[in-house]
């Protein structure tokens, strides 16, 4: 039986929460009186709730005490959390539920790795989060990705060497976490932003069970 596991990010690999975020951070941006893109969107993929605001304020050029940033922050992950309770399993990205099943069948174990603190939340809203063997989230780590802290205490929890894990990630800067933990990973998305992967896929419908065969042997 192979020793390798696998560590899914949740936000771009598991749902695609991306739209929402944006939803809620455009809104806030356009209550502060400034426009928010799509391309300044990228910007936030992966990165914590409390930096997006941060990148965010500087695209406004705006500067906030934290008391006011604290407003906006739960201001955000309220409007956020509109969308998220609206989530059915129907949201869960395309090829993920196969090869989460393959995975149990083999009796492969995989842990979530990921830098959202509403991650329990979107997990049982998708009805996924039994399905999971750990799950480590922005609730339990310090550091944020690029810092390789969620992933080692994910390969901690599933009990096995950095070595055998295999990261799925969407974002650069969980790209360069899961290599900064020394694990094997797949980006998800463009080739040219997630150079640094092992492996990369175009989107999740390209994860088949043929090459997760490939990744285990
Ligand atoms: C990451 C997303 O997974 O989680 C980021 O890619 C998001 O866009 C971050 O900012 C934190 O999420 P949350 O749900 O704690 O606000
Ligand atoms: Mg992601």
Redesign the pocket.
């Known amino acids: 039986m192979t020793k390798k596991a696998f560590i899914f990010?949740?936000?771009?690999v598991i749902v695609d929460?991306?739209k929402y975020?944006y939803l809620a951070w455009k809104n806030l941006a356009n209550s502060l009186g400034f426009d928010f893109t799509p391309s300044n969107?990228e910007l936030?993929?992966?990165?914590?709730?409390v930096?997006?605001l941060d990148i965010l304020l500087s695209i406004g050029k705006i500067n906030l005490s934290q008391e006011e940033k604290d407003k906006l922050?739960a201001q955000?992950?309220e409007e956020?959390l509109t969308y998220?309770n609206q989530m059915t399993s129907d949201e869960i990205l395309p090829g993920i539920t196969a090869l989460l099943s393959y995975l149990e069948g083999q009796q492969i174990t995989f842990s979530l790795g990921?830098?959202?603190?509403?991650?329990p939340l979107?997990l049982k809203k998708v009805g996924l989060f039994n399905k999971f063997s750990a799950i480590v989230?922005?609730n339990d780590v310090s550091m944020a990705?690029p810092d390789p802290e969620v992933f080692l205490l994910a390969a901690k929890k599933l009990n096995k060497s950095p070595q055998d894990c295999i990261v799925v990630e969407?974002?650069a800067a969980?790209v360069q976490a899961a290599k900064n933990a020394k694990m094997i990973c797949v980006g998800i998305g463009d080739s040219t932003i997630l150079k640094d992967a092992d492996f990369t896929l175009a989107s999740t419908e390209e994860f088949t069970i043929d090459f997760a065969k490939k990744l285990i042997d």
């Open positions: 990010d949740l936000d771009g929460t991306a975020h969107n936030l993929k992966g990165v914590s709730r930096r997006s922050l955000k992950n956020y998220v990921s830098a959202s603190k509403n991650a979107i989230d922005g990705k969407d974002a969980g």
